[in-house]
């Protein structure tokens, strides 16, 4: 099971590094065109400050973990993930941007197996 949290968290955080990274490197308008029609909605601010909370999570999926440096923040590194990702389901609900809802739901998935299997005490680092 550790091996299967292991390789969920590191696939979420390679997710969420390029996600976040693309958010505070491109212009709102470059990731409106790239497909991310969303930004639309919101001041670019905000996106970046979605972009850094990714990053962040990312970081927080892995780092603490592999480095034995406060490995009790990777189960909420994951609940920060699956918050975002519940605002990505409900912002695309309101765009009626179905099709994006799908690939949310896995990585909201993904994210409450990290955090399920992580706060568990028996699947310890």
């Not at 091996?3 to 709102?28: D, E, M, P, R, Y």
């Not at 969303?38 to 970046?48: L, N, R, Y």
């Not at 990714?54 to 927080?60: K, N, P, Q, S, Y």
């Not at 099709?99 to 028996?122: D, E, K, Y």
């Amino acid at each position: 099971m550790n091996t299967a949290l292991w390789i969920a968290a590191i696939v979420l955080a390679l997710v969420f590094l390029f996600a976040g990274a693309a958010k505070l490197t491109q212009s709102k308008e470059k990731l409106a065109a790239s497909g991310m029609g969303w930004t639309e909605d919101f001041d670019p601010q905000v996106i970046k400050g979605i972009g850094l909370l990714e990053v962040l999570g990312a970081i927080g999926l892995v780092v603490p973990a592999w480095t034995n440096i406060l490995p009790g923040l990777v189960p909420w590194a994951a609940t920060g993930i699956a918050i975002v990702m519940l605002g990505a389901i409900v912002t695309h609900a309101r765009r009626k941007e179905w099709p994006l809802i799908g690939g949310n739901i896995v990585l909201l998935a993904v994210a409450v197996f990290v955090m399920w299997g992580r706060f568990s005490s028996q699947y310890a680092f």
